[in-house]
């Protein structure tokens, strides 16, 4: 019997989501990161294969508000990092949720960049 590894099941759910979100120039890709320590957020245009705008924790501004990777630093994030596409052009988004369940941290970053004025 092969016992998969959380981390090889994460990666399956990845390639399943992968397969079907993509983002083009009109709409990128909104790809969510959570690790222990650091949020990462970025948004992609797969057509053209460019990173249109990213912001993560160790931002220097965020650095400054000591923000954590819990649901309180996940809304901080998410509404600066709405500024930050809105300032690069964005504002209709395809969001991946990187393999995570819509619940709790991934649940208040997506309400914070809806709040913020991004739709998807």
């Known amino acids: 019997m092969n016992i998969l590894k ?7 759910r990845r390639w399943r989501i992968r397969k079907r979100v993509v983002g083009t120039a009109e709409r990128p890709r909104l790809s969510l990161r959570l690790s222990g320590k650091h949020i990462y957020a ?3 245009d797969d057509d053209a294969g460019r990173t249109v705008a ?4 160790m931002d220097k501004d965020l650095r400054a508000q ?10 901080t994030v998410g509404k600066a990092f709405a500024e930050k596409a809105k300032a690069a052009g964005v504002t209709q988004v395809v969001f991946d949720r990187n393999g995570r369940r819509y619940h709790g941290c991934v649940k208040v970053f997506a309400d914070a960049v809806r709040e913020a004025g991004i739709k998807f």
């Open 6 to 12: 959380k981390s090889e099941l994460l990666q399956k």
């Open 42 to 44: 970025q948004c992609i």
């Open 54 to 57: 990213f912001l993560s924790t």
């Open 66 to 75: 000591k923000t954590a990777a819990n649901i309180k630093g996940a809304a």
